[in-house]
């Protein structure tokens, strides 16, 4: 079937992290794998996670996911997992030392956004980013609030001409 997206191609979000693009400027984003217990991956499935206050950082040549909560699951018995154990993010060598480098800058970090499944993989999309400061906070939701003024102004015009 020429043109139709495969099976593997379909993407499923289990969970996102809104706060990181409010609160840094994203610079380059990655999309790598995720090691997991049978246990995280049926939670995952059931869409109980969240990255909130997650961050990765390069261990020994390794890129960790810190800090990400992935709920027990509850038929789990004594084989669950540690909801908050650092997680080996599956990675090129080349984008591991590339990460390892920048990150090595000031004020860049990494920061996952989004937790899904690509066909039946389980993967992160993990951004380079650089924290905001508050006055660039206060940017944005200004430059929001007038493009959400903007849009109702010419809806509003819009609704007068009929």
């Not at 246990?39 to 890129?63: C, F, H, I, M, P």
């Not at 993989?121 to 944005?140: S, T």
């Amino acid at each position: 079937m020429a043109g139709s997206a495969s099976r593997k191609d379909t993407i499923k979000i289990i969970t996102e992290n809104r706060k990181a693009r409010h609160d840094y400027h994203i610079e380059e984003t990655y999309e790598a794998g995720i090691e997991l217990t049978g246990t995280e991956v049926k939670s995952l499935r059931a869409g109980r996670a969240n990255l909130r206050d997650s961050y990765a950082e390069v261990r020994q040549g390794e890129v960790y996911l810190v800090n990400a909560h992935i709920s027990p699951y509850e038929q789990g018995n004594r084989f669950n997992h540690d909801p908050k154990r650092p997680r080996k993010l599956l990675l090129h060598r080349a984008e591991i030392n590339r990460l390892a480098g920048r990150v090595q800058q000031k004020g860049l970090t990494l920061v996952p956004l989004r937790l899904y499944f690509k066909g039946s993989w389980a993967k992160v999309e993990l951004a380079l980013a650089r924290g905001k400061k508050l006055y660039d906070r206060r940017e944005d939701i200004a430059a929001r609030d007038a493009e959400r003024e903007m849009r109702r102004a010419a809806r509003e015009r819009e609704k007068g001409n009929w």
